[in-house]
């Protein structure tokens, strides 16, 4: 109990421990007045020669590596997620033009290892993106980037993705600047939004309205979460973590997909939270009033100055406004703090769901 510092579980420490952790993902990495990005081992003409990215990962990981890949490919490098145990048994083609990232908070996951032993043995350049020092992906692959989130012990991954998705979004700016040969047009919104992250991590702790919304959703008879653009892994990532803790029936859809089978299976007793990117919103509205029209509630995650959205659904998860490929890490914040609290009331053990396990080690 020492460890958890308080708090009932390891879980709600972590969700806690976000603003340190992305303090220190961002710590000396970026000056977000002039736009300027500084990696460890990293120097400006690191990614001469790489013409594409690929990401591979498992769970919450694959998420953050949806985010990478969506941050790179917007700013005109080729790039694309793939998840690990797919990728080991049906390996792209790959060169050494290609970049392959695995994403992987503890570096020992098997799929993962065995993804990027298939790709270096297909002469792609590999790197590890991963929370721990002399991990065997840190060891094994060309190059390796720390998260430093700090140890994470709930089985159910927080404060790693959120690093994970700002070590990503550095990570794929440089590649962007060697690649394509000048800054991001927004990079400097971008960076001023990373330099806000801690802060703005801080105010939905300070003020959810999570678990009030836990307490009126958490006895329905399953969960959809959907989600456009930068909006798309948070609403994967929300489904993930929502039935890997609370055993509820709990899936994410991009939102367009919704009319092509999920939508069967609303009804008003399937809350849909429906995460809102700030680029598309109009179109996930659309969703939105699609399954309004089956009856489901619908709670959105949203951006606190977006009030045409308020409008349309039944509750709101607020996030501070910021730049789009930034508020998919607060809008998470909110859909961690919603499992934990739907978790918290169904009794369920928290940091140790049943038949998981912190790090999978076998194929
Ligand atoms: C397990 C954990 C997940 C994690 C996944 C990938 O399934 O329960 O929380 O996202 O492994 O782990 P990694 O260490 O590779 O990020």
């Known amino acids: 109990d020492a460890g958890k510092g308080g708090y009932e579980h390891y879980m709600l420490k972590e969700i806690h421990e976000q603003p340190t952790a992305l303090r220190q993902t961002l ?9 300027d990005i500084s990696l460890e081992d990293f120097p400006e003409g690191t990614f001469d ?3 594409r990215v690929q ?3 498992c769970g919450t990981s694959y998420h953050a590596g949806l985010a990478g890949s969506h941050f790179i490919e917007s700013r005109g490098v080729p790039s ?3 998840l690990a145990s797919e990728y080991a048994v049906s390996t792209p083609p790959v060169d050494d033009e290609t970049l392959v990232i695995g ?3 503890s570096g020992e996951t098997a799929d993962t290892l065995s993804a990027l032993r298939r790709a270096n043995a297909s002469g792609a350049r590999t790197l590890a993106l991963t929370n ?3 991990s065997t992906a840190a060891r094994e692959c060309d190059d390796a980037l720390f998260i430093r989130a700090g140890p994470e012990i709930g089985v159910a991954a927080t404060k790693t993705f959120s690093s994970q998705v700002a070590s990503v979004s550095l990570l794929g700016e440089r ?3 060697d690649v394509v040969g000048h800054r991001s047009e927004d990079i400097e919104a971008v960076l001023s939004a990373f330099a806000d992250l801690p802060d703005h991590v801080q105010q939905i702790l300070d003020f959810t309205k999570a678990h009030r919304i836990a307490k009126r959703y958490h006895d329905s008879d399953a969960y ?3 989600g456009r653009g930068t909006a798309f892994p948070v609403a994967l990532e929300g489904a993930l973590k929502f039935k890997e803790i609370s055993y509820e029936h709990a899936e994410g859809f991009a939102a367009g997909e919704l009319k092509h089978g999920p939508l069967a299976l609303v009804t008003p007793t399937t809350p849909v939270f429906a995460v809102f990117d700030g680029q598309n919103d109009e179109k996930t509205l659309s969703n939105v009033k699609e399954v309004e029209a089956r009856g489901a509630p619908v709670i959105a995650v949203t951006s606190d100055a977006n009030e045409t959205v308020s409008q349309h659904v039944d509750d709101v998860l607020t996030i501070p406004d910021t730049h789009p490929d930034v508020a998919g890490v607060l809008a998470n914040v909110q859909l961690q703090l919603l499992s934990y609290h739907a978790a918290a009331l169904l009794d369920r053990p928290i940091d140790k769901p049943r038949n998981l396990a912190k790090s999978v080690t076998v194929e």
């Open 27 to 35: 710590r000396g990495r970026i000056e977000h007045v002039t736009g």
């Open 103 to 105: 994403v992987t908070q």
């Open 132 to 134: 721990v020092i002399g």
């Open 55 to 57: 990401f591979v990962a």
């Open 175 to 177: 590649i962007v600047r």
């Open 80 to 82: 694309q997620t793939f």
């Open 224 to 226: 959809f979460f959907i």
């Open 49 to 51: 020669g790489i013409r």
